[in-house]
C-alpha cells in the first residue's frame, strides 16, 4: 500500500527505537539480534520510500537526508548487529565443539559440594540470562508506551485544532445569518414602501380621474 512520507518517516522512527533498546538493554540473544536485523532490514524500506517520494514531488533536502538516515542511522546499527551475531555464531561453535570434545568426558568430584556449586552456577547464570530478556522487554513495553503516548498527544492536539476551527465555522455562520436576517428586514420593508407608493399613486389616479369627470359635468 502506498503510503506518504510522514508514515514511512514514523515507521522508519519506531524501528530504530526498538532495535536501539534491544542493544541498550544487554539482552542479545540469537532471537533478539535477529530480530533487530528484521527490523533493520524493514527500516532500510522505509527509508528508500521516503527517497522515492521525495524524488517524485522533486524534494532535494527530503531526499538528502533519507540517504543521510541509512548512512549515518541504519548503516551502524547494522554493523554492531552483526558483529554481535557474529560474536554468538562463533561462541555457540566453540561451545558445540567443547560439548563435542569432552562430551563423553565426566570429570571426577571429589565431594557433593563441588556439584552444588556447579549447580549453583548454573542457576545464577541462567537467572542472569532472563534477567536480560526481561529487561529487553521492559525496554520495549517502555518505548511502546512513550510511543503511544506521543500519538494519542498528537490526536489530541488534531482534536483540538478541529474543534477550533469548528468554533471559527460556528461564528462564521452565526454572522451570515445575523447578516441574512438584516437583508430579509430590509428588503421587507422597501417591498412594504413600494407597495405604500402603489396606492398612492392609485388612490391620486381615481381622485384626478374623478376632478376631471365633474369638471366636465359642469361645463
Do not use: W
Not at 506518504?4 to 533478539?32: G, P
Not at 524493514?42 to 524524488?55: I, V
Not at 534477567?131 to 521492559?138: D, F, G, K, M, V
Amino acid at each position: 500500500m502506498r503510503g506518504d512520507y510522514s508514515m514511512y518517516e514514523q515507521e522508519f522512527d519506531r524501528c530504530l527505537s526498538r532495535v536501539r533498546s534491544f542493544l541498550s538493554s544487554n539482552a542479545r540473544s540469537l532471537t533478539t539480534l535477529r530480530e533487530c536485523e528484521r527490523l533493520l532490514t524493514e527500516a532500510r524500506k522505509y527509508a528508500d520510500n521516503m527517497e522515492h517520494l521525495a524524488s517524485e514531488s522533486g524534494d532535494v533536502f527530503k531526499q538528502k537526508e533519507s540517504k543521510r538516515r541509512v548512512e549515518q542511522d541504519i548503516m551502524p546499527l547494522l554493523g554492531e548487529v552483526d558483529r554481535a551475531l557474529k560474536e554468538r555464531e562463533m561462541g555457540s561453535l566453540q561451545q558445540r565443539q567443547r560439548n563435542e570434545l569432552f562430551g563423553g568426558y565426566r570429570a571426577p568430584s571429589l565431594s557433593r559440594d563441588d556439584n552444588d556449586d556447579d549447580d549453583l552456577e548454573m542457576l545464577i547464570t541462567n537467572s542472569d540470562n532472563l534477567l536480560r530478556e526481561s529487561q529487553a522487554l521492559c525496554a520495549e513495553s517502555e518505548q511502546t508506551g512513550f510511543e503511544t503516548l506521543t500519538m494519542m498527544g498528537r490526536q489530541r492536539e488534531q482534536l483540538y485544532n478541529a474543534s477550533s476551527h469548528l468554533v471559527g465555522a460556528r461564528a462564521y455562520l452565526t454572522e451570515a445569518k445575523d447578516v441574512l436576517q438584516q437583508m430579509t428586514r430590509k428588503a421587507l420593508k422597501n417591498k412594504r414602501f413600494l407597495q405604500g407608493i402603489v396606492v398612492v399613486l392609485v388612490l391620486a389616479n381615481i381622485i384626478a380621474f374623478m376632478s376631471i369627470i365633474m369638471k366636465k359635468r359642469k361645463k
